[in-house]
Nanobody
Framework: QVQLLETGGGSVQPGGSLSLSCVVS????????MGWFRQDPGKEREFVAG????????YYDDSVKGRFTVSGDTDRNTLYLQMNNLKPEDTAVYYC??????????????????WGQGTQVTVSS
């Protein structure tokens, strides 16, 4: 059974940075597609970034491109999301998710069967 544990959320002022981690247990993330998503109360869960180890591909939503960076550590079986120049509109609960590699766009929320518990990110002055 695949399990995901996110850490690293918190509160920061606009322009600040946070780093999120997602530890994968029950399988090697090099065999999966991994996604970062976020959800604000009352809104739908939305795609932030996707990571595929083989072949190596990374995707970003336009709203975070140039500010967020996804990376992976195979030794720690951990996916990271470095968030820089944070804006108030980035405030949300952030989730990591895992699926078997598919030919479905990585932005499709319903294509991911495994989810972490989420971590709150708040950007406010």
């Amino acid at each position: 059974q695949v399990q995901l544990l996110e850490t690293g959320g918190g509160s920061v002022q606009p322009g600040g940075s946070l780093s999120l981690s997602c530890v994968v247990s029950g399988g090697s993330f090099t065999n999966f597609d991994m996604g970062w998503f976020r959800q604000d109360p009352g809104k739908e869960r939305e795609f932030v970034a996707g990571f595929r180890w083989t072949p190596h591909n990374i995707y970003y939503d336009d709203s975070v491109k140039g500010r967020f960076t996804v990376s992976g550590d195979t030794d720690r079986n951990t996916l990271y999301l470095q968030m820089n120049n944070l804006k108030p509109e980035d405030t949300a609960v952030y989730y990591c998710a895992v699926r078997s590699a598919e030919f479905v766009p990585m932005s499709i929320v319903t294509s991911y069967p495994y989810w972490g518990q989420g971590t709150q990110v708040t950007v406010s002055s």
